[in-house]
């Protein structure tokens, strides 16, 4: 009998240890959770070269969500009516530092879009599309401007 209270007092001296424990493990995952959910909310204001604006700016307009920080209003409102139906951006292709080639497959083959941006150090990623047009595809590589 001796015995069984000797054991029932161990298990007593141990449920505290053990619940603090639980308590700073549920602390830590519930501090881990609101830096994670924090970190991800932030906005991403850092600077885009010309390659990360194009595709950035070309996916986000692909997706049928243009970001009003890389693009002109101009362009959002006479984008909005359009749906693009585009499966995946093939390539991206730099020509300056103020425009480049961007082609993208759908379900009818591949499409190339001129893209012209403009700079300015005001813009939240220093690049902001300010022109797309639609251009014939000569062939994968090459390219020439549709008039």
Known sequence: MEQYQSL????????RPIIII???GVLAHLII????TVMANQ????????FE???YGMKSLFENNPSEDLFQKKVIEDTKDHKFEIDAISLVKVVDNYTC?????????FRSYRVGLE???RFVHFYRIHEVKGQKLVSTYQWRASL
């Open 33 to 36: 959770l609101v830096t994670g």
């Open 119 to 121: 700079k300015n150090s």
């Open 8 to 15: 029932a007092q161990s298990i007593e001296g141990l449920k």
């Open 22 to 24: 639980a308590a700073v």
């Open 101 to 109: 080639d961007v082609v993208a497959k759908d379900a009818n083959g």
């Open 53 to 55: 604006a194009c595709h």
């Open 43 to 50: 906005k991403d204001d850092r600077k885009y070269s010309t």
